[in-house]
């Protein structure tokens, strides 16, 4: 720009003599120009604006000299000289007003470049996800969020090729997802896959690829954003809807299975007692009775498992609660692993769920299990009572004062190292592999003390063992009165009674029980045909016995048919289910015959019912 102006404007006017207004004028002009064209220059920091003071202070040097030392002006030349001044000094701010424009517009754009560059800069190195650019599947360019991902530092990245950090067996995958990424019409591909990081950790990542060039060479833009915790919820998910589905198949095996359960105790307890007590046949039908109350406890627990949202807490017996966790875990655990008790006191009551109560000891006794099967050991689960005081140790500083039972759960495996002791109650923490264990057995159990107001401690020392204590409030005596207290006497009746049952074995071992105890029984195999048969016998029934799972018409639904000929008629429900229908359908159930039952159950039940529909006005 400086060159241009000094060969436009100075070099012409060399050829005028020094001494003609003309070129006195328009040397003036010159300068003018020429300032105004400098201070733009060094306001928007031009290049040769330097170069061009220097020239311009010579020229004006130059030109001062001459016109202060010409001759004077010609009056007869006043006017035209005067008129050409004007309109020269016109122009020139004109051609000033636009170069200063001209110069204004490309700072503006400058400034707008500047600010967009930041504002795009500051997005990127701020993204939550890892964003760069692969060519050949090399680093170009990354972000700082892709080396936080990849636990290296950006420097270390830019010579590596992206797919050796991904997991060996995705690899592949990966490949194929930036081959098909890189395409001109690909728009955008995502995939999922396994990152190693640095630290060794894997981690699974999602990553987003759209087609783009690096110095005119194809290439492409990928967004990297780590997915791990949405990857553990998933196979939370799917664990959970295969437990549930592993609950739903367990339940209808135990029912099925308490049938069959009910038709061999049924049987053997008919039998014993139609033989003479010296009789050597009785220990063998005794081992039979002994094996199949084995085998009721453990349907219970498989059933329990398989219970769905039942939380609501009674007055239970944690003692006979603790015993048929024991007893199932016993069969479920490896056999080079020894389970040893120490129950003390004896029918101890405390407000709970017995679901989640078995739920507990089986998570924490199963922890232990599996850190020892490999050199196998020995789990201690022992139980007493403890009464807290106002001042107590500081182990126990956090349960209110009252009594509880101590809950202990021991083993001596390889213990928890102490860095990690304070995190094994968070949800999802596991050290086990990916199909051992979904870190959620210990948060639950923590989940299940706190919901029963009870308190969890953990004691734990690497190479010895870990013990877990857990404290859980008893009942106080005056509440334990309303509880109820079973009847070991077999009561008799002589009232008439109608079985529904579609097991023709329960049905026969029902009559025969039923009879022995003086009652007149009438059974069906279908809830229809009893239904009919009520409708049409004019002789009154007094009580209804009826399975709850059956083909055509259910229990439930028979019931409610039965009430609406009869609403002072009592109903007994006998099932396989461990819930207690009767409370669910406490209007038209009566009371539950838990299968497989004993002729002692099923004899207190029935009387109860009848009593009870004795004593209530009609």
């Not at 135990?254 to 049987?267: M, W």
């Not at 083909?551 to 109903?571: C, Q, T």
């Not at 396989?576 to 038209?588: M, P, T, V």
């Not at 009870?612 to 006005?617: F, G, H, L, Q, R």
Request: with cysteine; net charge negative.
């Amino acid at each position: 720009m400086c060159e241009k102006y000094y060969t436009l404007w100075v070099t012409p006017l060399r050829f005028y003599s020094y001494t003609t207004p003309a070129y006195q004028m328009i040397t003036i002009l010159a300068l003018v120009y020429g300032f105004v064209i400098l201070v733009r220059a060094f306001q928007h920091e031009r290049p040769g604006a330097g170069i061009f003071l220097a020239g311009f202070i010579i020229l004006s040097a130059t030109a001062v000299n001459d016109i202060l030392y010409s001759r004077q002006f010609i009056h007869s030349a006043y006017v035209v000289q005067f008129g050409l001044i004007a309109f020269i000094l016109a122009q020139t701010f004109v051609l000033a007003s636009r170069f200063s424009q001209s110069f204004d517009t490309v700072a503006a754009q400058e400034i707008q470049l500047r600010y967009s560059e930041e504002k795009y800069r500051q997005l990127v190195d701020h993204a939550g996800d890892g964003i760069f650019i692969l060519e050949n599947r090399t680093f170009r360019f990354i972000n700082p969020r892709t080396a936080e991902l990849t636990g290296l530092k950006q420097a270390e990245l830019l010579p590596l090729s992206f797919t050796s950090l991904v997991h060996p067996d995705d690899r592949i995958v990966v490949r194929e997802h930036l081959e098909k990424g890189a395409g001109i019409m690909a728009g955008v591909t995502t995939c999922s896959f396994r990152l190693e990081r640095q630290s060794g950790e894997t981690i699974w990542v999602e990553l987003n690829t759209v087609p783009t060039t690096w110095e005119t060479k194809p290439a492409t833009l990928n967004f990297m954003r780590d997915v791990n915790r949405q990857k553990k919820l998933e196979d939370q998910l799917s664990q959970a809807q295969k437990m549930e589905a592993l609950g739903t198949l367990s339940s209808g095996i135990a029912l099925n299975f308490n049938n069959i359960l009910g038709s061999i105790v049924g049987n053997a307890e008919l039998v014993l007692d139609k033989l003479p007590s010296d009789d050597s046949r009785r220990l063998y039908l005794e081992q039979v009775m002994d094996a199949s109350l084995k085998a009721r406890q453990m349907v219970e627990q498989i059933l329990i498992f398989s219970r769905k949202g039942q939380h609501e807490q009674s007055p239970v017996d944690i003692t006979a609660v603790i015993e048929g966790a024991v007893h199932f875990l016993t069969a479920s655990i490896p056999p080079n692993i020894r389970i040893h008790t120490h129950i003390m006191p004896r029918k101890t009551i405390v407000m709970a769920n017995a679901t989640q109560i078995s739920q507990l000891l089986l998570n924490l006794a199963t922890n232990s299990a599996q850190a020892m099967q490999t050199r196998g050991g020995n789990i201690h689960i022992s139980m007493h009572l403890l009464t807290v005081k106002d001042k107590q140790p500081a182990e126990e500083t956090d349960l209110v004062p009252g009594t509880y039972i101590r809950l202990t759960i021991a083993d001596n495996g390889s213990g928890i190292p102490v860095e990690i002791q304070p995190k094994i109650f968070d949800p999802y923490f596991t050290t086990k592999g990916p199909d051992q264990g979904t870190g959620m057995g210990l948060s639950v159990a923590m989940g299940i003390v706190n919901a029963h107001g009870g308190h969890i401690d953990l004691i734990s020392t690497p190479g010895l063992g870990t013990t877990f204590h857990i404290y859980l409030p008893v009942i106080p005596d005056r509440e334990k009165t309303a509880l109820p207290k079973p009847d070991v006497r077999s009561p008799v009746g002589w009232e008439r009674i109608l079985v529904v049952d579609d097991d023709e074995r329960i049905l026969k071992i029902l009559m025969e029980m039923l009879g022995e105890l003086g009652y007149a029984v009438e059974s069906f195999i279908t809830a229809e045909a009893a239904l009919e048969h009520l409708h049409k016998d004019s002789r009154p029934y007094d009580l209804v016995i009826t399975d709850l799972a059956m083909p055509g018409m259910a229990g439930i639904e028979f019931a409610r048919r039965v009430k609406d000929l009869r609403s002072d008629l009592p109903i007994l429900l006998c099932t396989g289910f461990l819930e207690s229908a009767d409370g669910k359908y406490a209007d038209i159930i009566s009371a539950v015959i838990q299968k497989p039952f004993y002729r002692e159950d099923l004899a207190r039940i029935v009387r109860a019912a009848l009593d009870e529909k004795v004593s209530t006005p009609l």
